[in-house]
């Protein structure tokens, strides 16, 4: 009965994975190889006056205690707030 289930969230992209969550971004920021600033990009519809970004589904998601330890404050992996 669980592999049915695990199949089943599998093929229609149900799984969760601890550490991870769906977030809406706005903007993109492209580099080169180098790691040199290239562009940055608006995601969405730019026509929008309220252009919510595209949703990448699986973003890593530090909590709140993981943010703050050994009392330095950190940025989320990948994608964060400006």
Not at 22 to 35: E, F
Not at 40 to 49: K, N, T, Y
Request: aromatic content about 8%.
């Amino acid at each position: 009965m669980l592999n049915l289930l695990a199949k089943y969230a599998l093929e229609h992209e149900l799984e969760a994975e601890p550490g991870f969550k769906p977030k809406q971004v706005r903007w993109l920021i492209v580099i080169d190889n180098q790691g040199s600033f290239v562009e940055a990009v608006e995601l969405g519809d730019a026509r929008q006056s309220r252009n919510t970004g595209a949703t990448f589904k699986k973003c890593p998601d530090l909590s709140q205690p993981e943010l703050i330890s050994g009392g330095v404050t950190r940025c989320q992996f990948l994608v964060e707030t400006a």
